[in-house]
């Protein structure tokens, strides 16, 4: 069964850094690109970031370029998401979301999220 | 980026209804557009891909339709495990990005 937890989250103030964590289970990270969505309280999926099966290719959201960092290590099954500089408008539940296989860049499987929340 | 518009936010319908609403890019994205299901508590799930595919185990009550910049998720007969939020996403171009949403409730 294919499994991806997310873990990391928290409680921090502007300006400050967090990095996520996403553990894959049930399938083989290594052949299968990553991407990092987030939902705001009350708002709609924002994609956050994708990253390729070997790291090798990434690409960011605008509102996020500069300040975050995709990251995976295939050896311990796992994805990565670095957040500096993070913003109130940063506050969101964070997903790892998996690459359709069949189509590049739909999603076909996704974690519970953990939740960052960013307040003075 | 690619702005997606969806219409409307909030759609009130009973249970045998059909329901269709919109989905509006920026600029064309030619036929890479998919549709996603969320339901609370859930998981986003994938229902149409590139316009008109179905994915796997999805039932027919489900269609989608479009090109270029319109695009329509339709469902034929509501059931009562359709009311969610569905969501429209592009890949045509980077970055990957989701419509607003729309609301599907129970009348």
């Known amino acids: 069964e294919v499994q991806l937890v997310e873990s990391g989250g928290g409680l921090l103030q502007p300006g400050g850094s967090l990095r996520l964590s996403c553990a894959a289970s049930g399938f083989t990270l290594s052949d299968y690109s990553m991407n990092w969505v987030r939902q705001a309280p009350g708002k709609g999926l924002e994609w956050v970031s994708y990253i390729s099966s070997s790291g090798g290719a990434t690409h960011y959201a605008d509102s996020v370029k500069g300040r975050f960092t995709i990251s995976r290590d295939n050896a311990k099954k796992s994805l990565y998401l670095q957040m500096n500089s993070l913003r109130a408008e940063d506050t969101a539940v964070y997903y790892c979301?998996?690459?359709?296989?069949?189509?590049?860049?739909?999603?076909?499987?996704w974690g519970q999220g953990t939740l960052v929340t960013v307040s003075a | 980026e690619i702005v997606l518009t969806q219409s409307p936010a909030t759609l009130s319908l009973s249970p045998g209804e059909r329901a269709t609403f919109s989905c509006r890019a920026s600029?064309?994205?030619?036929?890479?557009l998919a549709w996603y299901q969320r339901k609370p508590g859930q998981a986003p799930r994938l229902l149409i891909y590139d316009v008109s595919n179905r994915a796997t185990g999805i039932p027919a009550r489900f269609s989608g339709s479009g090109s270029g910049t319109d695009f329509t998720l339709t469902i034929s007969s509501l059931e009562p495990e359709d009311f969610a939020v569905y969501y429209c996403?592009?890949?045509?171009?980077?970055?990957?990005?989701f419509g607003g949403g729309t609301k599907v409730e129970i009348k």
């Open positions: 996403q592009q890949r045509s171009s980077w970055p990957l990005t």
């Open positions: 979301a998996r690459d359709w296989q069949q189509v590049d860049y739909y999603f076909d499987y």
């Open positions: 600029q064309s994205v030619s036929s890479f």
